[in-house]
């Protein structure tokens, strides 16, 4: 099977995600919002069923990585549900002039996490799509934890001042930050990549990110996506849960049914 150690990889990323925002949410759980919450296990339950379905198909428990498998269909609509949500809470600390990091990047990490989210959705419907393909689902299903990359390095650069002051690093050099961030995950990407014909997934990574990176300072940077963003604070939050939630499944139905059952074995008569 392919990438035998990858749920190892999958499983380091945990310690390093508790690490990385720690300042900023595990250590503020009390203040941070309900989307936070939903968007931050929901994120955490897919890392872990990545891990599941990596390790079981590798000690070839069948049975246990299609059955596990199915809890995607769940998982998969509420992270894009409590994403939406919290893209938007994001935005309303923007306009309201929160704090000088939000005034800043607010609308700019918007843009950045939308993008993120089509991609994410759109390689775990890949997978489904290639389920009968080993290493072309496993490559898809796989490059979904390269998209977590960003904000954990982001955060944990050593060239962001007050490296483990949050009140510090958020005000100094995020931007430099951000965009080594993406360099870093780019390479990883092009890394796993390296050309395989059955891993085109990591390429597609890799090509999100360098339009994030392109995006944060252009595109995410300008009046026109302002406005655009902050019309999605028009919208209520159980509303655009319910769209984000809705869009995802059925992206991930439509993966599903396209693959034709296997055909049943006809049973001749002797």
Known sequence: MPYRHGYRAVLLLLPLILLAFWPGYFGALRA???ALHAHGLSATAWLVLLAVQLWSIHDRRVA??????????????????ASLAAVQGGIALFV??????????????????LLALVT?????????????QVRAHAAAMLATALLVLPPIIGRLFPAVPGFFDWEVARHSGFALS???????????????????????????????????AVAFDTVAASMAWESAAKALLTVTPALLFALG???AAGALTEGWLRVPPRPRPRLGLA
Do not use: C, E
């Open 245 to 247: 939630a809705l869009a």
């Open 178 to 212: 951000f965009q080594l961030a993406m360099l870093v995950s780019i390479g990883g990407a092009l890394a796993m990549w390296r050309g395989r014909r059955d891993g085109g997934a990591f390429l597609v990574v890799a090509a999100s990110l360098v339009l994030q």
């Open 120 to 132: 994410f959705v759109a390689l775990v419907r890949q997978a489904l799509l290639a389920r009968r």
């Open 32 to 34: 941070a919002p309900l």
């Open 64 to 81: 246990l990585h299609r059955t596990a498998g199915l809890a995607l269909f769940a998982i998969v609509p509420l992270f894009a549900g």
């Open 96 to 113: 309201a002039r929160s704090d000088p990091f939000h005034t800043s990047f607010g609308a700019r990490l918007a843009l950045v996490d």
